[in-house]
């Protein structure tokens, strides 16, 4: 892989992870495949959130698939700077999986549940096991950024 075409990877790399992590920490889209079936189900919102999802369901697959293409084809490059990008990658793909295989599935259960004056202990249970999975993909996503942040630096300092 050439310089010019790394450097524009590990610049795409670092954008997408950064407003994935921003996303999973303080906004309303995991920024993620399926993010849009956490939301309440109201009608208006749907509308607009369909139009706007395209882009929103590509910035998780950028994030991870240009962090698989710097950890394998990267070339010269120094072992830490490799195993953070191997990590990014790493962190990248257990917020996609976190995503798919435990937020999406808990939040559909939790909405089909009927309404009722009082928590039962089963949506209690699901609102406890979906905020520990929210947990671990904010965490999970945050650190994919740092080690990017890191693999980015460790560029300038290695020289």
């Given at each position: 892989?050439?310089?010019?075409?790394?450097?524009?990877?590990r610049?795409v790399?670092?954008?997408?992870?950064?407003?994935l992590?921003?996303?999973?920490?303080?906004?309303?889209?995991?920024?993620?495949?399926?993010?849009?079936?956490?939301?309440?189900?109201?009608?208006?919102?749907?509308?607009?959130?369909?139009?706007?999802?395209?882009?929103?369901?590509?910035?998780?697959?950028?994030?991870?698939?240009?962090?698989?293409?710097?950890?394998?084809?990267?070339?010269?490059?120094?072992?830490?700077?490799?195993?953070?990008?191997?990590?990014?990658?790493?962190?990248?793909?257990?917020?996609l999986?976190?995503?798919?295989?435990?937020?999406?599935?808990?939040?559909?259960?939790?909405?089909?549940?009927?309404?009722s004056?009082?928590?039962?202990?089963?949506?209690?249970?699901?609102?406890r096991?979906?905020?520990?999975?929210?947990?671990?993909?904010?965490?999970?996503g945050?650190?994919?950024?740092?080690?990017?942040v890191?693999?980015?630096?460790?560029?300038?300092?290695?020289?």
């Amino acid at each position: 892989m050439t310089r010019s075409l790394e450097s524009i990877l590990r610049f795409v790399n670092l954008t997408t992870s950064g407003l994935l992590a921003g996303s999973l920490g303080f906004g309303e889209a995991a920024l993620m495949p399926g993010w849009e079936s956490e939301l309440p189900s109201v009608d208006e919102r749907r509308a607009t959130d369909a139009q706007v999802s395209g882009y929103f369901n590509a910035i998780g697959p950028v994030a991870l698939g240009t962090a698989i293409t710097l950890a394998v084809g990267s070339r010269n490059v120094r072992p830490l700077r490799r195993a953070l990008d191997t990590a990014t990658a790493v962190g990248l793909a257990g917020v996609l999986a976190t995503t798919i295989m435990a937020t999406v599935p808990i939040n559909r259960r939790l909405e089909a549940q009927p309404a009722s004056d009082y928590a039962s202990d089963l949506s209690q249970s699901l609102a406890r096991n979906w905020s520990r999975a929210h947990a671990v993909r904010t965490t999970l996503g945050i650190g994919a950024f740092v080690c990017a942040v890191a693999s980015n630096l460790a560029h300038r300092h290695a020289k």
